[in-house]
């Protein structure tokens, strides 16, 4: 069983930058962070590779956000510039069994509880 803890959310006017935090109970594979907001389903951000070398963006965040991870101390990060007010959303970091980017929220096994992150105009 992997237990992900969040951090690093607030609130942040737009143009602004924040950086988020996931800290594993252990090394995992394949990790991701995906955003919701109420009424909608969970949607992809990014992923990464167990190494680091493969990363996945989804189209609305490509060349804003940078998704890195340090495994000597089981952390993946989300490094989010220029946010838009439509960013605001709860992220959450999520991690699969095996090691292979993708977007489905289905082949996350492990789950965080989320950070609120919030843009104003």
């Known amino acids: 069983q992997v237990q992900l803890v969040e951090s690093g959310g607030g609130l942040v006017q737009a143009g602004d930058s924040l950086r988020l935090s996931c800290a594993a109970s252990?090394?995992?594979?394949?990790m991701g962070w995906f955003r919701q907001t109420p009424g909608k389903e969970r949607e992809f951000v990014a992923a990464?590779?167990?190494?680091?070398?493969?990363?996945y963006y989804a189209d609305s965040v490509k060349g804003r956000f940078t998704i890195s991870r340090d495994n000597a101390k089981n952390t993946m990060y989300l490094q989010m510039n220029s946010l838009k007010p439509e960013d605001t959303a709860v992220y959450y970091c999520?991690?699969?069994?095996?090691?292979?980017?993708?977007?489905?929220?289905?082949?996350?096994?492990?789950w965080g509880q989320g950070t609120q992150v919030t843009v104003s105009s």
């Open positions: 252990v090394s995992s594979y394949a």
């Open positions: 999520a991690a699969k069994r095996y090691n292979s980017v993708g977007s489905p929220a289905a082949d996350y096994a492990y």
């Open positions: 990464i590779t167990w190494s680091g070398t493969s990363t």
